[in-house]
């Protein structure tokens, strides 16, 4: 026994243990979670567990400590359970909250892994410079809308898309992005990116994979970069889709990266020092989607795969 129930009702972790007892605050719906629940799960977290609580991110209180570095009453974020309280083994990727005059959902988002992803995946794989064509699909979501903002401090021309008409406005209106489209009301998606880029795309934050990717890569301009982040579309397909269009890439010597926000979490203070004044200033946004309740976070889960979710998807489970 592990956890244990001292005479105040308050849990407490057996004092043999180095284990870290949390509880839950707010968790967060990511695109790879489903990737979990396939036997395609990603090499770089194992599939979950059936019959176990399914792991993700999320922010927490600290109950109770024997790890050292971590004290009861502290924030953090990190992997933690689907559950009220979760016991973690391993302080490994756990983060300490020091900036509490911003919104803790936000350590689910801009402050956490889809931000990371965002920085890392934009200023270090894309390498923009000032002036360039840069283009982002699943734009108004987690990373996406970071993507743009940042597209924009870089002084580049960045056009979105998203499934939404609403989302589209929120691009343009929030967000700041140069131009942005409905690739569902879209029947030939090269001709889309002709309009929007008629010069061709330096720079493509890729999120979603599929069709787009193929439409993307006649509309590459010479030695354009691809930032490979994910391709939603493929999640829920047994089969993935063909990509056709593969020797534009010679044509163009574009060069395509994939990268993991794992290869960022050292740069984490880094991006911190970055991002907090901008984010104090208003000079981004973030927009968030809170459903209450663990018991919504299922539909919520899902919703990312048909968009119902309107920027970071979040579920409140419990106030301080
Ligand atoms: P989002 O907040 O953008 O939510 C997912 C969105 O994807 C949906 O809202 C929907 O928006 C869009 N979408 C769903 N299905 C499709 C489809 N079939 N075709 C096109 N768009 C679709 O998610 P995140 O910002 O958290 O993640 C974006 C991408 O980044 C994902 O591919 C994810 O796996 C990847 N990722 C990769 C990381 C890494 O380390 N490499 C880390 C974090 C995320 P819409 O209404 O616009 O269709």
Not at 143 to 155: E, N, R, S, Y
Request: proline share 4%; net charge negative; hydrophobic share 40%.
């Amino acid at each position: 026994m592990v956890v244990t129930v001292d005479e105040n009702l308050k849990l407490k972790v057996a004092s043999d243990s180095k284990d870290i007892l949390v509880k839950n605050l707010y968790l967060s719906c990511d695109p790879y979670m489903r990737l979990l629940m396939t036997n395609r799960s990603s090499e770089i977290f194992g599939p979950y567990t059936p019959g176990a609580p399914i792991t993700g991110f999320g922010v927490g209180k600290v109950i109770d400590s024997r790890n050292p570095e971590f004290m009861e009453g502290d924030l953090v974020w990190g992997i933690t359970g689907w559950e009220e309280y979760s016991l973690l083994k391993s302080s490994e990727g756990l983060f300490k909250i020091h900036h509490t005059d911003i919104p803790l959902s936000y350590y689910t988002g801009i402050l956490g892994m889809p931000g990371l992803t965002a920085y890392g995946g934009f200023y270090e794989v894309c390498a923009p410079k000032k002036g360039e064509y840069v283009f982002v699909s699943a734009a108004s979501g987690a990373v996406g809308q970071l993507v743009g903002q940042f597209a924009k401090l870089m002084g580049c021309y960045v056009v979105g898309s998203a499934g939404t008409r609403d989302k589209v406005e929120l691009l343009k209106n929030k967000f700041g992005f140069d131009d942005a489209f409905n690739y569902k009301e879209e029947p030939d998606l090269n001709a889309a990116l002709k309009r929007y880029f008629p010069e061709g795309i330096d720079i493509y934050f890729e999120n979603v994979g599929g069709k787009m990717l193929d439409a993307v890569l006649l509309n590459m301009r010479v030695r354009g970069r691809i930032a490979v982040c994910g391709m939603i579309s493929q999640y829920n397909c047994d089969q993935p889709e063909g990509v056709y269009n593969l020797m534009s890439i010679v044509y163009k010597r574009v060069r395509i990266e994939g990268f993991a926000v794992a290869d960022y979490y050292p740069q984490y203070s880094k991006f911190l020092d970055f991002i907090l004044p901008y984010i104090r200033e208003g000079k981004i946004k973030y927009v968030e989607d809170i459903v209450e309740g663990l018991e919504n976070g299922p539909t919520a889960l899902i919703g990312l795969f048909n968009g119902r979710n309107v920027g970071k998807q979040v579920v409140l489970v419990a106030s301080q």
